[in-house]
């Protein structure tokens, strides 16, 4: 394997599989466990004392992320296996074949072809396959990727409604508050990586995990600042004593 973008790629990957396998103890779906992993990314920095690395943290974090998306469908555990199973079990019959094939208006042929229509169909179009043979397996395969994917929406497409707009425009404002309070720098590179994820077309779920990342960063140093002050306190208060 060549060292770069492969190379990345693939030990991106391997984080995220070790991630979800931890995470699977709690959840496997994929919206919550990018969510603390909002939270895990912003409290590591501080935790090492990496308060200047912070906004490569938060680079290299949104693009883990945005890597993980792109490549969901063979990093998730639970969402690989069910693509598998039902792949070859629907390539394997000529009557399944042709019902999907007949959903989807091109012949599909081959487990390969099969595995990535399937994912790539939204919330809305799984619904269609339901009424088709095999049903009972289109029922697991439902419930999975619901499970797995659906937090208002799947996690890895673009919502339909105001969605989109809603978290856009909560981050955005967000970000405008913390640039006037002084903190421009961090605000001008979420704002950079908010506006070209947007005008790339990409996930509403990349927009949510920055706003996550600002929040969590938020209750990450106001309870920092706390802790201080009882700190401070409990030390006056132990000299108090022993004076």
Not at 196 to 217: D, N, P, T, Y
């Amino acid at each position: 394997m060549e060292i770069g973008g492969d190379f990345m790629t693939a030990v991106n990957e391997a984080v995220w599989r070790c991630f979800f396998k931890i995470m699977h103890l709690i959840t496997d779906n994929t919206g919550l466990c990018i969510l603390m992993f909002a939270a895990a990314t912003a409290i590591l920095p501080v935790l090492l004392s990496w308060k200047r690395a912070e906004i490569l943290a938060v680079l290299l974090s949104y693009l883990s992320v945005r890597d993980m998306l792109l490549h969901l469908s063979g990093i998730h555990p639970r969402i690989n296996t069910m693509l598998g199973t039902s792949s070859e079990i629907i390539s394997g019959s000529g009557r399944y074949l042709h019902a999907l094939s007949g959903l989807n208006g091109k012949t599909l042929s081959g487990k390969g072809e099969v595995s990535a229509y399937l994912f790539s169909l939204s919330q809305k179009d799984m619904k269609r396959l339901m009424g088709t043979d095999p049903e009972m397996l289109y029922e697991k395969l439902i419930s999975c990727m619901d499970k797995t994917r659906d937090l208002f929406g799947y996690v890895d497409k673009r919502p339909e409604g105001f969605l989109l707009a809603g978290i856009f425009l909560l981050t955005a404002s967000v970000l405008l508050c913390r640039m006037i309070k002084g903190r421009t720098l961090e605000g001008l590179i979420y704002l950079i990586l908010l506006f070209s994820s947007h005008m790339a077309g990409e996930v509403w779920f990349l927009s949510a995990f920055l706003f996550s990342k600002i929040l969590f960063s938020i209750i990450r140093n106001q309870t920092f600042k706390h802790f201080k002050k009882l700190r401070t306190i409990f030390v006056f208060v132990k000299n108090a004593i022993k004076e």
